[in-house]
C-alpha cells in the first residue's frame, strides 16, 4: 500500500530544484556562498553553481556548500532585518531547503536527514510566500523523500514529511483525489501512533511534535495545523475535510 500510495504523486528528486534555480541569480548566490560572514565563500560557490545550474552536487556533501545552505534555512526573510528579505530572501531560503532535501535522498547524506523536518517547513514557508505555483513539483519531491526513507528504514521525519505532503496536496490547483487525501491521512495518523511510544525532546506530550528533539521550528509546524484546521475544504468530501481538520488540530495541539 505504501509505494502504491506515494506513486500517486508521482515521485520526482530533481523538478523542483530545476525549477526554483531559475529564480536563483548571479548575486543571489554569491550572497548564499558568503552566509558564513564570507568565509570560504569562492570554495562554497564552487560548489553551488553545479547544483543551481545541472542540480548535482558531490556525494556526500561535505562542509562546502553544505554549512552555508544551512545558513540559509535558517533565515526569516519576512524580517527587514535578516539579509535578504522579501521576495528576494524566500527565493534563496527556497533554494537553499530545496538542495538540502534533494541531497538528503542520497544513502551517502545520511547526516543530512536528521531534523529534517525544520528544512521542510522553512522551505513550504518560502514556496507559500512566493512560489505557490511550485506546490506539484513540492509534493512530487516530498513522495520521492518518503519513499526513499522507507528504503533506508530512517523514519524518525516520516511523519513531518507525510504532513507536508497533506498541505500541498490540499493546495495544488490540480486537487489530488479525496481518497488519497484520506489514506494519506490514515498513514500519517498511524505513523503518529507508532511513534507515540518513542515520545521524547522537550515536549513529549505533544503529537507528533514529541517525538524529535529538532524542535527549532516547532511553531511553523503548528501554524501548519492551524492552516488545515481553517481551510476551506467546502470541495472536499466530507471523509477528506473531517480528516485533514483532526490531522491539523492534533499538529496544531488542540486535539
Request: aromatic share 8%; charged share 25%.
Amino acid at each position: 500500500m505504501i509505494p502504491d500510495l506515494f506513486a500517486s504523486f508521482q515521485p520526482d528528486a530533481d523538478e523542483l530544484l530545476r525549477r526554483v534555480s531559475q529564480h536563483v541569480d548571479a548575486q543571489m548566490l554569491d550572497e548564499i556562498a558568503a552566509a558564513d560572514h564570507g568565509y570560504k565563500a569562492e570554495e562554497h560557490l564552487a560548489h553551488l553553481l553545479p547544483i543551481r545550474d545541472q542540480g548535482s552536487f558531490a556525494v556526500p556533501m561535505r562542509w562546502h556548500p553544505k554549512e552555508v545552505l544551512e545558513l540559509v534555512r535558517w533565515r526569516e526573510p519576512e524580517n527587514p532585518k535578516t539579509p535578504a528579505p522579501g521576495e528576494r530572501g524566500h527565493w534563496m531560503r527556497a533554494f537553499a531547503c530545496t538542495a538540502l532535501l534533494r541531497a538528503a535522498g542520497e544513502p551517502a547524506n545520511q547526516g543530512l536527514r536528521e531534523g529534517s523536518n525544520q528544512t521542510l517547513i522553512q522551505l513550504i514557508g518560502s514556496l507559500r510566500a512566493v512560489g505557490p505555483e511550485l506546490y506539484g513539483p513540492a509534493t512530487a519531491l516530498l513522495a520521492w523523500l518518503i519513499l526513499r526513507m522507507k528504503q533506508y528504514d530512517e523514519t524518525e521525519e516520516l511523519g513531518f514529511f507525510m504532513i507536508g505532503l497533506l498541505w500541498l496536496a490540499v493546495h495544488v490547483p490540480a486537487s489530488i483525489p479525496d481518497d488519497i487525501v484520506v489514506t494519506l491521512s490514515e498513514r500519517i495518523a498511524a505513523e503518529a501512533q507508532r511513534r507515540s511510544a518513542e515520545r521524547r525532546g522537550p515536549h513529549p506530550e505533544r503529537w507528533l511534535l514529541g517525538t524529535t528533539f529538532h524542535d527549532i521550528k516547532h511553531a511553523g509546524w503548528e501554524r501548519l495545523g492551524l492552516e488545515l484546521v481553517e481551510m476551506d475544504l467546502s470541495d472536499r468530501a466530507p471523509p477528506a475535510r473531517e480528516w485533514v481538520s483532526l490531522i491539523g488540530g492534533k499538529l496544531a495541539g488542540r486535539g
